[in-house]
Structures are given as structure tokens and as C-alpha cells.
């Protein structure tokens, strides 16, 4: 049972805006950087956004992050089949001196 | 050359340890702190622990008791050895780069993954 809590899936048409959310506590997200990852069909996960909005120059834009208070929020935009994927947000806890990741959320393009 | 590998038995047995290493090309093992991180089959992703080549480690609390993670830095490599496994720590394993750390300041966060192995995959049985 994650301390960070993903809805358990979400979808969209192609072309479309999705986001997923992230909540958290203070203890967490609340106090620290929220990473998310992208983890492909079979595959290693992928650094998707770090530090609350920051991608890496290979992440093409229409993903982006947003944190606010103890949650978080990864939005992808211009829905593409190749987004289809389970998306992880993490953060690291101050109480429990560890990180944590969210239970994850299946993204279906419809 | 992928620049993480993991490797190690892909079959355990119960109250067992299992031993994996995470083999490291290009860049300064010195530098970064090293994660592993695990997936139960279809289930989500569970932070193991860190180390950095200094000694500093930091672990899950609930894995704590079980788990030890150290650096070669003549052979480039990671280690993660649990003990005392069961059931429940079948699962794929990845190790992934984390943080940079210089002079006793450590850039990005503790959360910070990339890049990652390919995962082996560890079966806990008899």
C-alpha cells in the first residue's frame, strides 16, 4: 500500500489531454521534489520529470509536471498511442528517510 | 554496452540470500549514489535502498533488517544482498543511477533515477 496515491488508471483519445494525480502528505511531497516515470509495455522504467516540472531534453514536451501543496500532477498532452504506459510518481519521505512511489497508473489511448 | 546491467541466480530458495550486482560502464561510480529498486510481477514499483561508494546507505524500513548494499569501485560494481527471502520478494529487480554528489554537495534529488538496467527477474522457490 503506497503512501503516494495514483488513480489506478486513466485514458484518453488520441490528440487529448490527460493528467494524472499524485497525493501525498507533508511528510513527502509536501516538503520534497516529486519525480514521475514512465515505464513502457515490458520495460525498465524511464526519468519522465524530475523535480516537480523539470524534463529531461529527451521527454518531448507534451508531458509536463505541476506540484501544489502536498500533491502533484503530471499532465501529457496531444495523447499519442505510444504514450500508452504506467506512469509512477515518487518522493522522497522525511519520516520514513526513504523514497516512495505511488501505487502507478495505467494510461490507456483509446 | 548498456551502461547498467544487473546479474546474479535468477532462482532463489526460501530463507535464502540473494545476491545481485549491478555492473557499471562509463562514468564515475564515485560520483553518483546507486539505487535498486523492485517490481513484483504486475504489481508497482518499491524503493530498496541506495549507496554511495563512501559508505552511506539508506534503506527501506521495510527491507532494513534484511538488506545490504555496497560499491566496488575496482570492478564497477553495485551490490544488493537480501536475506531471509520468501515468496514475497520474487519480484524484477533493477538498479539505477541516482543523485550526483560532489565535494559533499549532492545535486538533484534522492528520488532521482537514471538511468536504469534492464531488471533480472529473481524467483523465490523451492
Known amino acids: 500500500q503506497s503512501v503516494l496515491t495514483q488513480p489506478p488508471s486513466a485514458s484518453g483519445t488520441p490528440g487529448q489531454r490527460v493528467t494524472i494525480s499524485c497525493s501525498g502528505s507533508?511528510?513527502?511531497?509536501?516538503?520534497?521534489?516529486v519525480n514521475w516515470y514512465q515505464q513502457l509495455p515490458g520495460t525498465a522504467p524511464k526519468l519522465l520529470i524530475y523535480?516537480?516540472?523539470q524534463r529531461p531534453s529527451a521527454v518531448p514536451d507534451r508531458f509536463s509536471g505541476s506540484k501544489s501543496g502536498t500533491s502533484a500532477s503530471l499532465a501529457v498532452s496531444g495523447l499519442q498511442s505510444e504514450d500508452e504506459a504506467d506512469y509512477y510518481c515518487?518522493?522522497?519521505?522525511?519520516?520514513?528517510?526513504?523514497?516512495?512511489f505511488g501505487g502507478g497508473t495505467k494510461l490507456t489511448v483509446l | 554496452q548498456e551502461p547498467l546491467q544487473e546479474s546474479g541466480p535468477g532462482l532463489v530458495k526460501p530463507s535464502e540470500t540473494l545476491s545481485l550486482t549491478c555492473s557499471v560502464s562509463g562514468g564515475s561510480i564515485n560520483s553518483f549514489f546507486w539505487s535498486w529498486i523492485r517490481q513484483p510481477p504486475g504489481k508497482g514499483l518499491e524503493w530498496i535502498g541506495h549507496t554511495f561508494y563512501s559508505g552511506t546507505t539508506n534503506y527501506n524500513p521495510s527491507l532494513k533488517s534484511r538488506v545490504a548494499m555496497s560499491i566496488d569501485t575496482s570492478k564497477n560494481q553495485v551490490s544488493l544482498k537480501l536475506n531471509s527471502v520468501t515468496a514475497a520478494d520474487t519480484a524484477v529487480y533493477f538498479c539505477a543511477r541516482s543523485r550526483y554528489c560532489s565535494n559533499n554537495i549532492c545535486y538533484d534529488s534522492p528520488n532521482y533515477f537514471g538511468p536504469w538496467g534492464q531488471g533480472t527477474l529473481v524467483t523465490v522457490s523451492s
Open positions: 523535480t516537480n516540472n
Open positions: 515518487a518522493a522522497w519521505d522525511d519520516s520514513l528517510n526513504g523514497v516512495l
Open positions: 507533508n511528510s513527502n511531497i509536501g516538503r520534497n521534489a
